[in-house]
């Protein structure tokens, strides 16, 4: 028997919630699109995901109103993929999740991100104590940390080695 996605018995929002992103890879697909990465083949390398679980994923994110397709050619047609408000209001959940993961398991530190006005690290729920404000995910800074691969294979995972803001697109040159 499958196993289903939905919890009917649960009276429950984060039941409701997992309903949504709790599969395989939901929650990377929702990363990468806040990293600013857009299209098909972006996400393809920088998540060595399966074509049909990428595209299955993309999808139903779509249909929930979390990412929102777009087409940026018509010939051939090709679509991108861009985060709605929905998806930016799941960032400090995937900010203390991260946290989170890497606390609890020893993970080195992979990235830092920082309030890109002031360069504070920002805290477990993406705030900025010095600046006293919640940082608006266009002004979250990641900046690579100490724990990264220096030689990636894909061009995303290189590009992501210099600073960069959350959501700033991947220009094609870079990858
Ligand atoms: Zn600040």
Redesign the pocket.
């Known amino acids: 028997m499958a196993l289903g996605k939905d919890y009917a018995t649960q009276e429950c929002s984060i039941a409701r919630a997992l309903e949504v992103v709790g599969e395989r890879w939901t929650l990377l697909v929702i990363r990468d699109a806040l990293y600013g990465v857009r299209r098909y083949n972006d996400f393809l390398v920088h998540l060595g995901i399966p074509r049909a679980v990428l595209a299955a994923r993309l999808q139903a994110l779509t249909a929930e109103g979390i990412l929102e397709k777009r087409r940026y050619q018509e010939s051939p047609p090709r679509d991108e993929y861009l985060p709605t408000d929905r998806a930016l209001a799941l960032w400090p959940t995937l900010r203390s999740l991260g946290r989170w993961g890497r606390e609890q398991f020893d993970e080195p530190q992979l990235r830092y991100f920082r309030?890109a006005?002031?360069g504070?690290e920002l805290g477990l729920y993406g705030e900025?104590h010095?600046?006293a404000l919640v940082?608006p995910v266009p002004d979250v800074l990641v900046d690579p940390g100490p724990g990264l691969d220096p030689n990636p294979a894909d061009p995303i995972s290189r590009a992501l080695l210099k600073p960069r803001r959350l959501l700033q697109p991947f220009e094609s040159d870079q990858v």
Do not use: F, N
């Open positions: 309030h006005d002031c504070t900025c010095r600046c940082v």
